[in-house]
């Protein structure tokens, strides 16, 4: 069983430290938490890596034992084995097979015109989360494969997908979950959607202000107290956006796009990027940028909008004497301490959060249920939402159509 | 001789302005805490003043003025002064102060909050994840750039809609009563359309025009018809700008996408006492409806307190405030 670089480097820090958090290993080896969840999950189905629930809190993983691998690997066999053998679907037509093997929704024309060029196998199950086994199921006998949900494609589920020549990913993003270096090996190629002319950029800077007016506006608990006929114009607390001092943490992409939005508003704006501190941004206007512990103390409002390549651990900067007073956390690779944003929330130092992303995708029921989340998502100036930031008709019918395009250009 | 002065209903101002206003000299002052039930305890309230400070929420007909024969100012810290006899106060040489563009960042803020809220399902996907569910499929929300914003009014509130449209990369349709290329160039507006061309080609349509007889149910049955099936309404004006029975009935026929309403019936509004079909249509998952609160941001509060100190000493002529 081969395995990747970084999943070595995941085996070689557990076996350091044997009981390593999600958190905890992602800060360690600096790679975002998705990533590495990702890494995990593939470990844990290969049977490399244990799960670990201590406490309704307390998540750890560890490697696994001699006998429990041994014991592990041979019921996946089984069952990988199984699955193949009952599952054999023969090839209709001499066009190759194109398999979209997860909940990527594309549109009925585009698969109309799809279909003149491939044999298009679609699922009708339409969950957001398949498992492993179904996966490779619609996988197996296709030709080209694409892929939405970030489902790790692993050396050793390729090697079962015989006739793979291709995966398109209808992702901007795909290197954290597919194995390229086994992909370069077997001989398959993999496109994923151009990241510059990203498809879900307007979708995302948007959403950033409907997050941020569903903090600073009352709106849903004053349309819950009209349905309970109370009627109080004047005990409504809520502020204007004009004249904030409004900190972004990132400018790659996202974080641009939102400093020129944000001018609309006449926000006063303060951006971090720790990843690139000494980037040129008068093009957007700004002179100056500061570190996210001097945003903490400088800023009203903290917008995480980008994904990063490296975690930010926020755990430090949480204290009484911050200023800052709302946060909203719209991307992956945030770390923060979900009981001390709950005591700051509880004592009146947070006014506001709004999150669009649990870093634990997979396991977000988990999570929500194991966790201090279910406790600060009923408190009324929390707003928690399940990553629909990009979710649009416009962006799907962009994504839709780029991948259209490559889709089209396959030979 | 000290002015009486009678709040005859609680101060929407914070707490430190009426305060400043009770220490003026020659001012004698009565601050109720709640709001008069109807028309009999407003005149009640309002006996032996000289000025009446108010809220817009009972109006102030002829009846009511006519038991205040001593009244010479009205101070109402609102924008609209529908709810007030204009034409008797004019007769009767009471005059009638009030606080224009106060709110109007505020108002438009919540305007276009209303509108994103709406469009992107966020109090829908809120309920959705404190219910236990983690799906973003039934979340499916809509974009702003590149779409037409229709604005009817060009005043100080629609001024502030047309800047936020335009910085989020909307194109405007503005409608007023007042059109000349100079003001659309002013704007930077291109040019203003007619109601119908707005109603027939924006997206999304914003409502910030006064209260007035021209303009009572300006969106009724006709002109919701003529408005895009895929369009959205918002109204952060008055009530009686929209026919609301029109509307939730245009909702229920797939007419228009979506409406996002601040005001719906006349105040103090109670959505039991109203019609049935409008109490379902406000259960509609593409309908936001909140009590009057677009004006109301603690920004918009500290002007409005400080414009009506500065006026309270302009009129009694004397402060130690």
Known sequence: ?411 | MKKKIIFTDKPVVLEKYVSRIKQMRNADITVYQDYAKDSVELIERGKGAQIVITDAILPYSKEVLSSWPTLEIIITTSVGTDHIDLVYCKKMGIKVINFPGFNARSVAEMAFANLITLLRRIPLAQQHVKSGGWKYEPFEGEELAGKNFGIIGAGNIGQELIKIGQGMGMDIFCNTNHPSPSRAKKLKIGKFYSFDEVLQKADFIALAVPATAETENLIDAKALKKMKNSAYLINVSRYKVVDALALAKALYRKEIAGAALDVIGPEPYNLKDDNLLIQEMVNLPNVILTPHIAWNTKEASERLGERLVEKMIEVIKDSRG
């Open chain 1, 1 to 411: 069983m081969e395995l990747t670089k970084s999943q070595e480097q995941l085996l070689q820090l557990l076996k350091q430290d044997r009981e390593l958090n999600l958190g905890e290993i992602s800060h360690q080896l600096k790679v975002n938490r998705s990533s590495v969840f990702y890494q995990l999950k593939a470990l844990e189905e290969q049977g490399l890596v244990k799960r670990i629930v201590q406490s309704p809190r307390r998540t750890y993983y560890k490697i696994a034992s001699k006998r429990e691998l041994k014991t592990y690997i041979e019921k996946r066999k089984k069952q990988l084995v199984d699955l193949l053998l009952a599952s054999r679907v023969k090839k209709k037509s001499g066009k190759p097979i194109l398999s979209f093997v997860d909940s990527y929704k594309m549109s009925k024309s585009y698969i109309k015109k799809l279909k003149k060029k491939y044999e298009v196998r679609t699922f009708p199950e339409n969950s957001q989360f398949i498992t492993d086994t179904s996966f490779l199921f619609r996988a197996k006998d296709a030709d080209i494969i694409v892929v939405f949900y970030s489902i790790p494609i692993t050396k050793e589920f390729l090697l079962q997908c015989r006739n793979l020549k291709t995966i398109v990913t209808a992702t901007i993003v795909y290197k954290d979950y597919i194995d390229l270096k086994a992909c370069k090996e077997l001989g398959i190629n993999v496109y994923s959607l151009p990241s510059e002319n990203n498809y879900k950029i307007y979708a995302r800077r948007e959403f950033v202000f409907s997050a941020l007016f569903s903090l600073l506006k009352p709106i849903h608990q004053s349309m819950m107290d009209v349905k309970v006929s109370r009627y109080e114009p004047a005990s409504v607390e809520a502020y204007e956006l004009r004249g904030k001092k409004v900190g972004i943490v990132g400018t790659k992409r996202e974080g641009a796009e939102i400093v020129s939005l944000l001018r609309a508003f006449q926000a006063e704006i303060y951006i971090a990027n720790p990843d690139n501190p000494d980037v040129d941004l008068s093009e957007l206007g700004v002179g100056k940028t500061y570190t996210i512990r001097e945003l903490f103390k400088m800023v009203d409002i903290l917008i995480f909008p980008e994904e990063y390549d490296y975690p930010i651990d926020m755990g430090a900067f949480f204290s009484k004497q911050m200023r800052c007073r709302y946060f909203l956390f719209l991307s992956a690779s945030v770390l923060y301490d979900i009981r001390k944003l709950r005591d700051l929330l509880i004592s009146g130092h947070i006014q506001g959060l709004f999150i669009d992303y649990f870093f634990d995708i997979f396991n977000v029921h988990k999570n929500v249920s194991e966790s201090s989340y279910r406790q600060i998502m009923h408190f009324p100036n929390v707003i928690i939402t399940p990553e629909i930031g990009y979710y649009t008709k416009e962006s799907i019918e962009r994504n839709n159509k780029q991948l259209y395009e490559i889709l089209k250009k396959l030979k």
